[in-house]
Nanobody
Framework: VQLVESGGGSVQAGGSLTLSCAAL????????MAWYRQMPGKEREAVAA????????YYSDAVKGRFTISQDSIDNTLYLQMNSLKPEDTAIYYC????????????????RGQGTQVTVS
């Protein structure tokens, strides 16, 4: 499984960014997908997750109402639309996947991309 993130960058507070994650060499619907982030000096935390079969989603309280996780299961691509960004959203964002049928904001995600930096000032 290869996960390749893109779309990170620098933005002012209140702005928006969209992250993408291309899932390569996989049968996409056999995996559930999520976005994690790691802020400087802190543990990695779950942001949003999605069941690829029915698009049921989960969000952390920190991003609920501001971020939207979505997918294009034809192109094997996961997205994270981030609106109303805050400086505390500054982090490296990782695309993660698992193939055990579970999907939640708890640990257990098996595969991870290289990450993309998001900086909000």
């Amino acid at each position: 499984v290869q996960l390749v993130e893109s779309g990170g960058g620098s933005v002012q507070a209140g702005g928006s960014l969209t992250l993408s994650c291309a899932a390569l060499r996989v049968r996409y619907i056999e995996y559930n997908m999520a976005w994690y982030r790691q802020m400087p000096g802190k543990e990695r935390e779950a942001v949003a997750a999605i069941y690829t079969t029915d698009a049921k989603t989960y969000y952390s309280d920190a991003v609920k109402g501001r971020f939207t996780i979505s997918q294009d299961s034809i192109d094997n691509t996961l997205y994270l639309q981030m609106n109303s960004l805050k400086p505390e959203d500054t982090a490296i964002y990782y695309c993660v996947a698992r193939d055990d049928g579970s999907c939640s904001l708890t640990p257990g995600w098996t595969y991870r991309g290289q990450g993309t930096q998001v900086t909000v000032s």
